[in-house]
């Protein structure tokens, strides 16, 4: 298992943009073959950050992942442009 937290923080003013595109993203991420999970969160103390828990079933699930074309048009194209800041850290279960 792949296991990725990543951290959003979205550029002031673009919050709710970043908002209304993770929502089909995270549906077209969850239909992927290898994803185990994919849940976006959003800030109940600020709205500009967000954080998406995202699990999948092996080093090759999260390859094919981050090769599909959803994630180069949508998260690459369109969401990382509206962020201020990007964490992101790739774990393993022990």
Excluded: W
């Amino acid at each position: 298992m792949i296991t990725v937290v990543a951290h959003y923080k979205a550029l002031q003013g673009r919050a709710d943009e970043v908002a209304a595109a993770l929502i089909p993203y995270a549906e077209i991420v969850r239909t992927e073959p290898g994803c185990v999970t994919f849940d976006v969160n959003r800030s109940l103390e600020d709205d500009h950050d967000f954080v998406l828990y995202e699990v999948y079933r092996d080093q090759a699930a999260f390859d094919a992942h981050v090769a599909s074309e959803h994630f180069t048009s949508i998260a690459m194209g369109r969401i990382r442009p509206m962020l201020a800041d990007r964490q992101v850290s790739r774990l393993t279960p022990i």
